[in-house]
């Protein structure tokens, strides 16, 4: 197949294209500053010659988004907006426009939308979308409002032969530099990898080869179409996510945190305490339904084998793209 994959410079990029390429697809990469041969050139928000590559294209994969950590200050969160609106907005256009419109185009989208909830799990039926939860700080709305307005802007396209997936992705665990694991293991083998808050807050997590099999498997599942929860179907508070890290890093000890250290913490990584703090309990409802079993369900295995694949570093290149999540 030949898979367009605008945004795929970054660390969930790097995993698809990886995979991708190895399966044997002609993967081009749409980036504001293409670097590799066969990468192109857009603005994530103004159609050009990069839409001659939709054109007959069989998959598009939307992945472009500036990073989400990063200082939450006006313009962080403007920008935060504006390049998912816009270029899911973009992307709509152009396979609107196109002759031979691909037959799927897959959005990124993020778990994050569900509510922060400590006490049920989100699935895509019964989950509910966060944004008036009554006991968190009000600007976490703001995350939940780009994640609508992202997905909005997907369903909004006028592309009636391409069908449309949002990916409501949770943390994709890979053992890439520059990605959320390589930042949490960081700070684990520093000692610091203990609970935050209390860490009853549910962390929600996939694994890289799992978000891969998923995607492998929405590309071929023809009757899937909306949102569907790409998350391991065991999310776990984070008290408990940290022990596991520990473990596989052979930690004995990880530092608790109080919500003004993590504060602090956030603040020095020029990151947002939301990451961290958001309650975010979200399972693969649709997925399981439709079939789909995971390889690395559970949370202890899947961050063993990330270990593992790290200390061997064989398949590990750092992150392309400077808008990677920062540490
Ligand atoms: N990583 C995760 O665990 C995870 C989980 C759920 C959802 N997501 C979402 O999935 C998407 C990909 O995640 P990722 O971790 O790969 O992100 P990433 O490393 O930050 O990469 C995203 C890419 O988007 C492009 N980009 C950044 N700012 C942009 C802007 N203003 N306009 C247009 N393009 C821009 C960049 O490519 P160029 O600089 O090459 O143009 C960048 O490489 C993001 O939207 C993220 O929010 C990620």
Avoid at 195 to 219: K, M, T
Avoid at 257 to 276: I, V
Wanted: hydrophobic share 40%; with cysteine.
């Amino acid at each position: 197949m030949k898979i367009v994959v605008p945004g795929g410079t970054g660390q969930v990029g790097t995993v698809l294209r990886r995979a991708l390429t190895a399966a044997g697809h002609e993967v081009v990469v749409l980036s504001r500053h293409p670097r590799r041969p066969g990468d192109l050139a857009w603005d994530g928000r103004t159609r050009g010659p990069w839409t001659d590559a939709v054109d007959g294209s069989d998959v598009v994969i939307n992945l472009a988004g500036r990073s989400v950590s990063c200082r939450y200050t006006p313009a962080n969160m403007r920008e935060m907006m504006d390049s998912r609106v816009d270029s899911a907005r973009v992307v709509g256009e152009a396979i609107a426009g196109a002759a031979r419109p691909p037959r799927l185009w897959l959005q990124m989208s993020t778990a994050t939308i569900y509510a922060h909830r400590f006490d049920a799990p989100h699935d895509e039926a019964t989950g509910i979308l966060g944004g008036s939860e009554p006991d968190v700080p009000d600007y976490w709305s703001y995350s939940v409002d780009i994640a609508r307005n992202w997905e909005r802007e997907q369903e909004a396209a006028d592309t009636p032969h391409t069908r449309k997936v949002a990916l409501r992705a949770a943390m994709v665990m890979s053992p890439d530099r520059g990605g959320v694991f390589d930042v949490l293991s960081k700070l684990t083998r520093l000692g610091l990898g203990g609970p935050v808050a209390g860490g009853a807050q549910y962390v929600s997590w996939i694994h890289d080869r799992d978000f891969v099999r998923a995607v492998g498997f929405l590309i071929d599942r023809e009757d899937l179409a909306g949102p569907v929860n790409l998350a391991a179907p065991a999310p776990l508070p984070h008290r408990a996510f940290m022990r596991a890290l520990r473990k596989a890093w052979g930690v004995p000890v990880g530092l608790p945190a109080t919500r003004p250290m993590a504060a602090l913490g956030a603040f020095a990584l020029r990151s947002d305490t939301e990451l961290l703090l958001k309650s975010r309990r979200v399972v693969p409802g649709r997925l399981l339904e439709a079939g789909f079993a995971f390889d690395r369900p559970a949370w202890q295995e899947a961050a063993t084998d990330l270990v593992r694949r790290r200390r061997g570093g064989a398949e590990i290149p750092s992150r392309e793209s400077p808008g990677a999540a920062r540490t």
